[in-house]
């Protein structure tokens, strides 16, 4: 009975598993102003640049501006929680999209250019 009980709860546990949403690997910037591509910039050292991945731009405490300026990205999730945080989505004649698959929270400044 008890090995029946153990099953049942690993595959309780395999399909809530299943059913999560792969949006898990937060990157927080925690640098000042910068570029969104220098993955020095982020927390851990990647820059977000997949769905599975969100950006979080909030934990380093001042006035700051991230600038992306290259290609196309897309990734799970976006939110600037520092009131003082300024994205700027710019680009010199070249198309730039930053996509966000997921759920945008924003409580600074997002500028397209």
């Known amino acids: 009975m008890l090995r029946l009980l153990q099953n049942l709860m690993g595959a309780i546990i395999f399909c809530l598993t299943l059913s999560l949403p ?5 990157r927080n910037w925690d640098s000042g102003d910068g570029l969104w591509n220098n993955a020095s910039n982020w927390d ?11 950006a979080t731009l909030g934990g380093f405490p001042a006035v700051y501006t991230v600038t992306y300026s290259l ?28 996509l966000v698959e997921g759920d945008i929270a924003n409580a600074g400044t997002i500028n397209l250019d």
């Open 71 to 98: 290609g196309s990205t897309t990734v799970g999730g976006l939110s600037v929680i520092n009131g003082d945080a300024r994205l700027l989505i710019t680009s010199s004649g070249a198309n730039v999209a930053l």
């Open 22 to 26: 792969a949006y898990g690997q937060n």
């Open 44 to 54: 851990p050292n990647d820059v977000p640049d997949t769905i599975a991945e969100t």
